[in-house]
């Protein structure tokens, strides 16, 4: 923005009143810029919100089945979950029988299983917006098969080492940087935007309805069975079904976008979009907290039934079965919210960490399991309500990156917590673990508010700023 009396050379530098006034002037040009792309922003996102309305209104809980595709990579992940959860159950009695109980190799699993996100976990978004994204999945499920059937025939066998299953979990974890991020933006091609938080929401209602009957059903069957071993031949088993389903998927009902050209700089380009919007980087700095120590929380549940109160192995899936009903129940009742909201999110972390601290100071089994209900409920209240905004805020050629993001926050947090959580226990007890879990989760929801507060300071300064230095206010 220019004025005569501002850029007359010959005059000099102008009187402090004129400059004043210049600076007042294009100020407010600034601001009226800045709020009319803020506003039109705001347009989009209403007229999407009524689509979406009027979308739903004719459906229900279970409005996304009525897609074709949806419904059989629903049937296929139904059947593999129970088999992933039945070997995780597996995995865990697996590494106590192989240590004697020991509480540290337990966090080592876990941490092995999620540290190759934390150093991968961008690439495998980046992937997902590249390539297509159901031969990738295909892909991606056939080598956890394998895994699953060769850490199975080592059980059975009587050859397994404590290291064949730092080897598994190790694996399993770099597929997963691929399979995670992929799968969570290929929903939206499934079912597309309108019935997009209704999907994720029946994703998480699936996922723990196999956390509920994967457990209780591995517990008994090592009981019966005498082994951990038929329990990965079972799950290697299970993946057959996802994987029929996403071969007979029909193409013509998929929205898939272009593909994203190979380029410099894209994960810079995903960070970078996240972090100058709030609507993104809330909910993924809150799961990010929040998963540290809920993975933590997860593992503690073996801990707690096996050396707290003295628990067997059926006892044990009984636990993680309750911890799953509490889950699967916030599942259901976010199927039928209309979108998820900042203070759903704040409230859900708080409520987790909260009862994470009563299971800690549960006094004998039965309150302990009562316990995990609710904990179970505000864990999945808050990662589906964070999942879902994330997804609804994402454009589609960056979803994939996003996902990325999202799912190293997700998962990337374990081999922090996991290893620490251990240690505690081992020196102090699963109680203390437990608790401190749930601290550290109600600091994170508090962490999670002041950064995205801060970043959103930042980013409207850097806005203004660069509006300021565009010649006669143009951007």
């Not at 100020?27 to 922003?41: G, I, K, M, N």
């Not at 009903?325 to 708080?350: E, S």
Request: with cysteine; net charge positive.
């Amino acid at each position: 923005m220019t004025c005569p009396q501002a850029v007359d050379e010959d005059a000099g530098e102008p009187p402090e009143p004129v400059a004043r006034a210049v600076r007042d002037r294009d100020a407010q040009v600034e601001d009226a810029e800045l709020r009319e792309v803020q506003a039109e922003e705001t347009r989009g996102v209403q007229a999407e919100e009524s689509r979406s309305s009027a979308a739903r209104s004719s459906g229900g809980m279970f409005r996304s089945l009525r897609n074709y595709n949806y419904r059989l990579f629903v049937s296929g992940s139904v059947v593999s979950n129970v088999g992933t959860w039945m070997q995780r159950t597996a995995q865990d009695w697996l590494v106590l029988e192989l240590t004697h109980g020991s509480s540290a190799a337990l966090g080592i699993t876990t941490a092995l299983q999620f540290l190759p996100v934390v150093v991968f976990g961008l690439w495998g978004g980046m992937l997902a917006d590249r390539y297509p994204k159901r031969p990738l999945l295909m892909g991606a499920q056939s080598l956890m098969g394998l895994l699953a059937l060769t850490m199975g025939l080592l059980t059975i066998t009587g050859h397994a080492q404590t290291w064949h299953v730092y080897v598994m979990a190790f694996m399993l974890g770099l597929v997963s940087c691929v399979e995670v991020p992929t799968r969570q933006s290929f929903v939206v091609e499934m079912v597309g935007r309108s019935d997009l938080a209704n999907a994720i929401a029946l994703n998480s209602s699936t996922f723990n309805l196999a956390r509920v009957v994967g457990p209780a059903v591995a517990g008994l069957l090592i009981y019966a069975l005498g082994g951990t071993g038929p329990i990965f031949l079972l799950n290697a088993v299970s993946f057959a079904a996802v994987i029929t389903g996403l071969f007979l998927m029909r193409s013509s009902e998929l929205r898939t976008p272009e593909p994203l050209a190979r380029a410099k700089g894209q994960l810079r380009e995903g960070l970078r979009y996240v972090w100058q919007r709030p609507e993104l980087l809330m909910p993924i700095l809150l799961v990010a907290f929040a998963a540290m120590f809920a993975t933590s929380f997860s593992m503690s549940i073996a801990l707690m039934a096996k050396q707290v109160f003295g628990q067997d192995a059926s006892s044990f899936g009984v636990a993680s079965s309750v911890f799953a009903v509490g889950a699967l129940g916030g599942a259901l009742l976010a199927a039928r919210r209309a979108r998820p909201t900042r203070r759903l999110l704040v409230g859900g972390g708080i409520c987790f960490g909260i009862a994470q601290i009563a299971a800690g100071f549960a006094p004998v089994y039965p309150v302990f399991l009562i316990l995990l209900v609710p904990a179970g409920m505000a864990m999945i209240t808050t990662n589906t309500a964070a999942n879902s905004a994330v997804q609804l805020a994402a454009s589609p050629e960056m979803r994939g990156r996003v996902m990325g993001i999202y799912v190293l926050v997700f998962t990337g947090g374990a081999p922090i917590g996991a290893p620490l959580i251990g240690w505690v226990g081992e020196l102090a007890g699963p109680r203390l673990g437990v608790v401190i879990c749930g601290v550290m989760c109600l600091v994170g929801v508090g962490l999670a508010i002041l950064l995205t507060r801060f970043a959103a300071g930042r980013t409207h300064g850097a806005v203004v700023r660069g509006v300021v230095a565009s010649p006669g206010g143009t951007r």
